[in-house]
């Protein structure tokens, strides 16, 4: 069964910056795709961005400010958030895609809020 593990959430200050961690276990197939999702009260959740095979996209609105990369050694995708706004509060999730099955972590809260 492979496992997601988010970490990094947190309160933020708007401007702020958070760096989001994921870490993949349990596979022995490497996570091909790997993301970001993140779900705003009364929203639906939404893609923040997604990297395979080095190439990334970005919802429009984090472009520019959101990073994304993977360490595949570790299996590990991370989230750079810069110039954080309170439009980004959200509970954020790791995504990955394994053999056409989806896995999903159980989400870390970023607040951003002065």
């Known amino acids: 069964q492979v496992q997601l593990v988010e970490s990094g959430g947190g309160l933020v200050q708007p401007g702020g910056s958070l760096r989001l961690s994921c870490a993949a276990s349990?596979?022995?197939?490497?996570?091909?795709?790997m993301g970001w999702y993140r779900q705003a009260l009364g929203k639906q959740r939404e893609l923040v961005a997604i990297?395979?095979?080095?190439?990334?996209n970005y919802l429009d609105s984090v472009k520019g400010r959101f990073t994304i990369s993977r360490d595949n050694a570790k299996n590990t995708v991370y989230l750079q958030m810069n110039s954080l706004k309170p439009e980004d509060t959200a509970v954020y999730y790791c995504?990955?895609?394994?053999?056409?099955?989806?896995?999903w972590g159980q989400g870390t809260q970023v607040t951003v809020s002065s």
């Open positions: 995504y990955a895609l394994v053999l056409l099955t989806p896995y």
């Open positions: 349990g596979s022995r197939f490497n996570m091909n795709v």
């Open positions: 990297i395979t095979g080095d190439l990334t």
